[in-house]
């Protein structure tokens, strides 16, 4: 009986419908795993050929056409090595999610995932079949047995595949990143693992994707459930493994970030794959010398390089010196191309051009709009001429709110911070400076958040602390509390009340915002499909 099994974790970025280029990198990692680190068995991520989630690129029988040529293309570079893959594939007109075996030139067997996740993120049971049969191969005498993703947590197909005679769990995965997600995925797989006595290779997907970071984190249990490999998180990779079959193996201590280190890495893969991948050279943004601008800054420069990077201040009759004194410096700083353009002389000309129709009407957030849409203006404006994507810096608790302005600060191709609430800005920020030089100046961190729409204005004037704000949008759109148990939790039933409200009736605004990074398990968009049109708030 062989006592271990040579195996290459391939733990690729790819992107969305880029078939060719997809297939190229495939292709380099085979040949890597086979040439370099001499492995019997190399592991690719769920539906690697066409990356994830392909959505309703499904739907096209030209794309799945050009889709299983790729995989023929694959299979001919296998000659030495077993390669397994996950792919979309249609059989009988049926559409499954499956992993491929490709050996020696051929796919020799294929496995179609059995449980189709449904909730949250996922809507897999919109486009595939879900599977029934176990697949069993073998490679250099070692019986591997298939599995994709979400069927690592159920117990019928991990007991029909160890029935048909698997002595080792293989797992392909899409898995999406989320604090604390990797905690989860590491007490499934030791118990499995431990339980039936058999060792589980997991092989994850790494990269961004739309509103979706992929952390990448593979990993290996041997026979005992200790778990003995783990792949760098975010980082794309083909890694050796020498997988123990029938022994324990050298346990290792799980690798454990900090929450603000692993979120910011998280926020600038996301930035760094959204642009480059959608064919971006860089990126624009306001900073006002405030927190949020801040921080996306230095997310954007730790992204793409500060060569990369533009920003504009624009100032008003409001904007307080101390702002864009804080403002150059950052921008001086992280060495980042800088501007100034005062919005004076636009908010002057929508004025006059509305003071008939506002003749006799009082000044009220109208006059406020105007300001953050005179720079939305500029914003855009320069983004189309530069061809640079503009990033919008809004926070996850002035998203929930509504306390952004539609076609003004929220407007952008991105938003780093939209699933960030304000208190963990604050954080994320702390831990930035912490790496080396003060890049974000101490002052933007200490200084009361305002907007600067009015005269002496602080956010504080129309919400609640933020530390209350934050825990009751937390509470509400996180955990799915009723106002009642909020109430229980402390709070003012007053202030529950409103905030609620405010998030109820702003999903308007939200519909129409730039999609953003996700991290957490109920971030805006995917995640939180809400009616715009609804009377609900009515039955709080």
């Known amino acids: 009986m062989k006592q271990t099994l040579k195996v290459s974790i391939a733990q690729i970025n790819v992107c969305v419908g880029d078939l060719s280029g997809n297939t190229e990198k495939i292709i380099t990692a085979i040949a890597k795993a086979r040439d370099e680190q001499q492995a019997s068995l190399v592991v690719f991520p769920e539906l690697i050929i066409t990356g994830y989630p392909p959505e309703d690129l499904l739907l096209r029988p030209r794309f799945l056409e050009r889709v299983e040529q790729a995989l023929q293309e694959i299979s001919l570079i296998t000659k030495g090595i077993t390669a397994i893959l996950g792919v979309p594939r249609l059989i009988d007109n049926k559409l499954y999610n499956q992993s491929v075996v490709l050996q020696n030139g051929e796919i020799t067997a294929t496995y179609s995932k059995h449980h189709l996740p449904n909730y949250r993120v996922f809507d897999e049971k919109r486009y595939f079949n879900a599977g029934s049969e176990t697949c069993v191969i073998d490679v250099a005498g070692v019986k591997i047995g298939l599995l994709v993703c979400e069927d690592v ?41 431990s339980q039936n006595h058999c060792p589980i290779i997991y092989c994850n997907l790494v990269g961004g994707q739309d509103e979706l970071i992929f952390d990448g984190q593979s990993l290996a249990y041997d026979n005992t459930g200790q778990q003995i490999f783990q792949a760098p998180i975010f980082e794309s990779g083909v890694y050796p493994l020498n997988l123990p079959v029938k022994t324990a193996g050298q346990a290792i201590a799980p690798i454990k970030h900090s929450e603000n280190k692993t979120i910011y890495n998280a926020l600038v893969l996301a930035v760094r794959d959204y642009v480059q991948k959608n064919g971006f050279h860089g990126v624009i943004l306001g900073l006002s010398g405030g927190i949020d601008s801040a921080l996306t800054l230095a997310i954007a420069v730790d992204a793409l390089g500060a060569e990369n990077v533009e920003a504009v201040m624009m100032p008003f009759r409001y904007t307080a010196d101390i702002s864009i004194t804080d403002a150059r410096k950052q921008a001086e700083t992280m060495g980042v191309k800088y501007r100034e353009i005062p919005i004076e002389p636009m908010f002057d000309a929508f004025m006059n051009a509305l003071s008939d129709e506002f003749d006799g009407l009082q000044r009220d957030t109208t006059e406020e709009n105007i300001q953050a849409r005179s720079r939305g203006i500029l914003l855009m404006a320069m983004s189309n001429k530069l061809g640079k994507m503009l990033l919008a810096t809004g926070n996850k608790s002035e998203m929930s709110v509504g306390y952004a302005t539609l076609y003004g ?62 825990d009751i949008l937390q509470r509400f759109i996180e955990q799915y509390e009723c106002v009642e148990d909020i109430v229980a939790a402390g709070y003012e039933e007053e202030t529950v009340r409103r905030v609620v409200n405010m998030v109820l009736l702003n999903e308007y605004k939200r519909r129409q915002s730039a999609p953003g990074a996700r991290i957490t398990k109920r971030a805006f968009g995917k995640d939180r499909r809400y009616p715009i049109t609804s009377a609900y708030r009515k039955e709080l």
């Open 153 to 193: 947590w159920k117990e019928q197909p991990i007991q029909a595949t160890l029935k048909s005679g698997a002595e080792v769990l293989c797992v392909i995965n899409a898995s999406p990143f989320r604090l604390h997600k990797t905690q989860e995925r590491q007490t499934i797989l030791q118990r499995q693992s």
């Open 409 to 470: 600060d929220m407007a952008g191709g991105f938003a780093p911070l939209k699933d960030v609430l304000k208190m963990r800005v604050y954080a994320l920020s702390r831990y930035r400076n912490s790496l080396g030089e003060e890049v974000i100046p101490d002052r933007v961190i200490t200084r009361p958040p305002s907007a600067e729409l009015a005269p002496d204005q602080k956010d504080a004037d129309s919400l609640p602390p933020y530390p209350v704000l934050d």
